[in-house]
């Protein structure tokens, strides 16, 4: 199993084989988590991310797929951009944002990154409330099983968020036991 770790912080900021963005569909940058890896990153990952929409996505990213660019002058070796659903109070898209980390777990993998650092995707501006994010997220990653992946580290960005997650992950290995 993957060690889980939970840190306050910014993402940008982390020293991780992989930092995974909470990408808009668009890949070219935006908002929030998105737009912090973009600016630190410099341009070298928005040149990968339109050479990316340039061969395979051309409609764009689809929610809970990932896919991976340089991480330019960020203190990681590369970025995993996943695009998170908008939350919906009519309709359950819980298995797509469960899909944004299993998917940017297996492409970690094929990457041969070791650890990689997740944000908390779709709880910004696309409103997914926190407390059910942080079970989707902890649940998921827990449960995956990787070939590399030796640490998932959830980079909160501010206290509610760290401590929602962290009172999620000690009822998930409470329930474990």
């Given at each position: 199993?993957?060690?889980?770790t939970?840190?306050?912080?910014?993402?940008?900021e982390?020293?991780?084989?992989?930092?995974?963005?909470?990408?808009?569909?668009?890949?070219?940058?935006?908002?929030?988590?998105?737009?912090?890896?973009?600016?630190?990153?410099?341009?070298g990952?928005?040149?990968?991310?339109?050479?990316?929409?340039?061969?395979?996505?051309?409609?764009?990213?689809?929610?809970?797929?990932a896919?991976?660019?340089?991480?330019?002058?960020?203190?990681a070796?590369w970025?995993i951009?996943?695009?998170?659903?908008?939350?919906?109070d009519?309709?359950?898209?819980?298995?797509?944002?469960a899909s944004?980390?299993?998917?940017?777990?297996?492409?970690?993998?094929?990457?041969?990154?070791?650890?990689?650092?997740f944000?908390?995707?779709?709880?910004?501006?696309?409103?997914?409330?926190?407390?059910?994010?942080?079970?989707?997220?902890?649940?998921?990653?827990?449960?995956?099983?990787t070939?590399?992946?030796?640490?998932?580290?959830?980079?909160?960005?501010?206290?509610?968020?760290?401590?929602?997650?962290?009172?999620?992950?000690?009822?998930?290995?409470?329930?474990?036991?």
């Amino acid at each position: 199993m993957t060690n889980l770790t939970l840190t306050m912080g910014d993402i940008t900021e982390q020293k991780a084989d992989a930092v995974v963005n909470a990408a808009n569909s668009s890949l070219l940058g935006g908002g929030g988590v998105d737009g912090a890896i973009h600016r630190r990153g410099g341009p070298g990952i928005l040149e990968e991310c339109k050479a990316l929409r340039a061969a395979d996505y051309a409609a764009g990213l689809p929610a809970g797929q990932a896919v991976a660019t340089t991480a330019g002058r960020l203190p990681a070796r590369w970025v995993i951009h996943t695009v998170g659903p908008v939350w919906s109070d009519t309709e359950d898209r819980s298995s797509t944002l469960a899909s944004c980390y299993s998917e940017s777990l297996r492409v970690a993998d094929e990457l041969g990154a070791r650890t990689v650092a997740f944000p908390a995707i779709s709880t910004g501006v696309y409103r997914w409330p926190l407390a059910d994010a942080a079970r989707i997220a902890l649940s998921t990653v827990r449960a995956a099983r990787t070939e590399n992946v030796t640490e998932a580290r959830f980079v909160l960005f501010g206290q509610e968020a760290h401590d929602v997650f962290a009172e999620t992950l000690r009822a998930l290995e409470q329930g474990a036991d």
